[in-house]
């Protein structure tokens, strides 16, 4: 009998199944560890099942002590993970136990895979009936043998792209021994290559609002059997940017499904919470007893420097660390765009990347990839890559820009100091905001330490960068779009910072808009010029989310727990400071004031268009005349800047009702002024003054007169008889002129000819002299008539009725010629002396 491969292993794969399945129900017993006499009962609750589970696996230390299918042990192994991590040693368990879970641990401690093994173990049909309910759940997908006709199993949502796109790569990486299909979707992605493919996934790892697009536009795309959700950096997603989207997508999914957050700072909100329909959910934060809430092996500086010199620094600090691979993040595309570009031109000596929201996917992508191959290099980010990604052995991270929270803090330097590894962290704060982030720092439990910057060493780029503005209009357009810095935005030296960079005047920064003042703080003068960080979210979502950190702060919500109080303490704090502040309410006044309306014509909305900045100054100084005044305008909340508008004379009703092409119909059409020769007016008219677009009532005649006023001139007569008598005399005057110029032109040409003449003359050698008077006149007139020179006939084409012979009879006709043979004779000559005399 030949062997039955098949056959084999599924009864290989049936054993090992029924194997696991024996050691969840005494996990103790099974495992490797130690017992505990608690774990030999078999609990009916599933909480209680669940708790016992997290002890049972207490102490393992290695992924082969879970019971985990051999599929996954050997994907584990394949990419060396071998050993647990702290949260992975408590999350797995509870995850396999069905629980749901908030999962808080630092950054770069191996929450990915603390969700993505429990994920394909689910998945991967392992039928361990740990609790009750699970493994009811459990038992169905092994039973139901879950392919891709149950379609989507589990899912995990990513706030961006470059996450989703590392989740994806793990998963393939340890999940590689799974018959299961998984699926990428995020935007900037071929939508109808996905929507071909997106039905037949088990797994999927999207971003949320692609996600949703799916949702509503794929044919087919269920989420209703659903068993896992998980949502990575989830207090991110769960922030208000994403409320709506995440409210819709949670609407589509099963209730009865199992769901897992994780994030380095995690939200405990009961509102959050009740959103996602979490059930006793399980907190798993391995840092909670820890001193520090970022990692141990992280050094984390801060300076202090002006404004003007940060670019000096961060320059000094990159010719000094040409052997580093570091992060240095800015809070807006278009800050790092501009130093990306300035920096690149300076040719620093280590090779600079950049990446922001603004970018395609294609190039965000290939950057993310290219970055994480350099072993030195020094990129320039938005906060897009502030969270979850995970850059090989990075040495520094630098903030150019102060972060807007101290989360955001925690998120940007856990791009180095990952896993085991060691890594620095260097903040530029302005002398404004020393005092206030050291106050949020503390609060939140992160050690740093201040350091100074050494003068002797520091080199002096303004004057390079001036000259650059100076060169390349891009480079002044990307500086000039400048500024998002963070707190007391009044005091700083805008003035001084935009000479070191070169540009001609101060950015613009837009302040909060005056219903942002009244919703959130308007204490803390965070401005919301630019949105460019909120790369796959809208900037409208992104906006939302600004307010609703200022919200934060305002308001003090009863269902936050420590730690968003935490948070929540620091920022009032910073708001109690803020309002203490007296300058602040006179910006609100100022604002009040500078209510500005929308611009209004072509010229108007071209010079209000983005980059013309540096001609409003000038535009401003163009407009500003008599009769233009400052409109307000209620519904342009958006827009601060002063804008003016010309001022419109009052209409009545029924203008007002007209189309401004109709009204201008309406107007009198003016007349022309003519004016002589010398500029004077040779003939006047009456015209009306348009006040631009005013009531027919408001126009008035007015005479038009320059050298004479209306009585003197009606002294000369009526007007038409004026009228009349300068016409008389200008036509008068015209024959006149008429007749001079005929009688130049016709002495010019006879000057010509005879030129021309004596030139014929000269060359044949006859003394022109001589016989230039009586030659002349002959052969001026053979070849004129009347003065003027002969016309030519202009030869006709024929037409298609007329023969060559009638068109040969008209020639002769016309050229009354006499065809006669030569004369031979005398008689012959007789003859034609004769026929010639008749012919005349
Ligand atoms: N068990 C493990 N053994 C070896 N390396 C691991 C293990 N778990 C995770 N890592 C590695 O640690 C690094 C950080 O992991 P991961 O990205 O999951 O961290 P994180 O906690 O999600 O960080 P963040 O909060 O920044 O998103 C990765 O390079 C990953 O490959």
């Known amino acids: 009998m030949p062997p039955k491969p098949r056959k084999n292993k599924r009864q290989a794969e049936s054993d090992e199944l029924s194997a696991l399945e024996q050691r969840s129900k005494d996990p103790v017993r099974s495992s490797y560890h130690t017992p505990h006499p608690s774990h030999y009962t078999f609990r009916t609750s599933p909480y209680l099942i669940a708790i016992d589970f997290q002890d049972a696996f207490a102490t393992a230390t290695l992924f082969s002590e879970l019971p985990l299918s051999i599929r996954t042990q050997e994907g584990l192994k394949r990419a060396n993970f071998i050993e647990l991590t702290d949260i992975q040693r408590k999350a797995i368990p509870l995850a396999l136990a069905g629980r749901d879970i908030l999962g808080a641990a630092k950054t770069g401690s191996g929450k990915t895979l603390a969700f993505l093994v429990p994920f394909l173990v689910v998945n991967g049909r392992q039928s361990a009936s740990y609790t009750g309910k699970t493994s009811q759940i459990l038992e169905l997908l092994y039973r139901a043998k879950w392919s891709q006709f149950d379609g989507l199993g589990a899912l995990v949502i990513s706030p961006t792209r470059e996450l989703a796109v590392q989740i994806f790569e793990v998963l393939k990486k340890i999940g590689r021994q799974h018959l299961l299909s998984a699926g990428l979707i995020i935007g900037g992605k071929d939508l109808i290559i996905e929507q071909e493919r997106v039905n037949r996934m088990n797994i999927l790892v999207c971003t949320p609002g ?157 950057i993310f990839a290219k970055f994480v191959s350099m072993k030195s290099a020094f990129l320039f980010a938005t906060d897009i890559a502030a969270r979850g990604l995970d850059f090989p052995a990075v040495d520094w991270v630098l903030q150019l820009d102060c972060p807007e929270d101290a989360d955001t803090y925690i998120h940007r330097v856990g791009r180095t100091a990952r896993f085991d590894a060691a890594g620095q962290a260097l903040l530029f704060l302005l002398p404004s905001e020393e005092e206030k982030m050291l106050e949020l720092l503390k609060t939140k439990k992160i050690p740093v330490e201040k350091i100074k910057v050494r003068q002797s060493k520091q080199q002096n780029v303004q004057k390079q960068l001036q000259s650059l503005c100076f060169q390349d209009p891009e480079i002044k357009y990307l500086g000039q779009k400048k500024d998002k810095s963070v707190f007391k935005v009044h005091e700083l030296p805008t003035e001084e910072y935009a000479t070191a960079l070169g540009l001609p005047g101060t950015p613009k920064i837009k302040f909060i808009t005056k219903s942002h003042a009244k919703n959130a703080t308007r204490q803390v003068p965070k401005e919301v010029e630019e949105l460019d960080s909120s790369e796959e979210v809208e900037s409208e979502v992104e906006e939302r989310r600004l307010m609703r950190k200022k919200n934060e702060i305002n308001t003090e919500s009863s269902t936050d727990d420590s730690e968003s109080e935490g948070k929540g303490k620091g920022k009032r704090q910073l708001k109690k400071n803020y309002a203490s502040k007296p300058h602040e309410d006179d910006d609100v006044e100022e604002e009040k004031k500078s209510k500005v309306v929308k611009p209004k014509t072509k010229v108007d909305r071209m010079f209000n268009r983005k980059n013309q900045d540096i001609l409003s100054v000038h535009y401003g100084r163009l407009i500003d005349r008599e009769g233009d005044k400052i409109v307000a305008n209620e519904d342009d909340d958006e827009d601060n800047f002063i804008t003016l508008k010309r001022a419109m004379l009052p209409m009545s009703k029924r203008q007002l009702n007209k189309t401004k092409k109709e009204r201008i119909k309406d107007l009198p059409k003016g007349e022309r002024i003519v004016f002589d020769d010398e500029g004077r007016v040779s003939a006047w008219q009456f015209s009306y003054v348009r006040i631009n677009i005013p009531s027919v009532k408001e126009e008035k005649p007015q005479c038009q007169t320059t050298n004479q006023d209306e009585k003197d001139f009606l002294k000369a007569g009526d007007t038409k008889t004026q009228i009349r008598r300068f016409l008389q005399e200008s036509s008068e005057a015209m024959t006149t002129a008429d007749a001079t110029d005929k009688e130049v032109a016709k002495e010019k040409r006879r000057q010509k000819k005879a030129e021309r003449k004596a030139k014929a003359r000269e060359m044949e050698g006859v003394d022109p002299s001589e016989t230039y008077s009586e030659n002349e006149e002959n052969a001026a007139t053979i070849q004129f008539s009347d003065g003027e020179p002969e016309e030519k006939p202009i030869s006709k084409t024929k037409r298609w009725f007329q023969n060559d012979e009638e068109d040969e009879a008209k020639t002769r006709k016309k050229k009354r010629v006499l065809e006669i043979e030569q004369p031979q004779t005398l008689e012959d000559q007789e003859a034609l002396a004769l026929r010639l005399l008749g012919s005349l």
Do not use: W
């Open 210 to 366: 692609r996600l949703l697009q799916h949702m509503d536009q794929t044919v087919g795309f269920d989420c209703g059997n659903l068993q896992l959700l998980v949502l990575d950096e989830a207090d991110r997603i769960l922030d208000m940017g994403f409320e709506k989207t995440l409210n819709a997508i949670i609407d589509n999914l099963s209730k009865q499904r199992q769901t897992l957050l994780f994030s380095a700072t995690q939200t405990k909100s009961v509102r959050d919470l009740g959103r996602l329909s979490l059930k006793n959910p399980e907190y798993v934060a391995v840092h909670e007893k820890s001193e520090f809430s970022t990692p141990q092996k992280l050094a984390q500086h801060y300076l202090v420097c002006d404004l003007p010199q940060k670019l000096d620094v961060l320059f000094s600090f990159i010719k000094t660390h040409l052997t580093c691979k570091a992060i240095v993040f800015l809070s807006a595309c278009k800050q790092v765009r501009f130093v990306f570009e300035a920096f690149c031109r300076l040719h620093p000596g280590v090779p600079l990347l950049h990446l922001h929201g603004k970018q395609k996917q294609t190039k965000r992508v290939e």
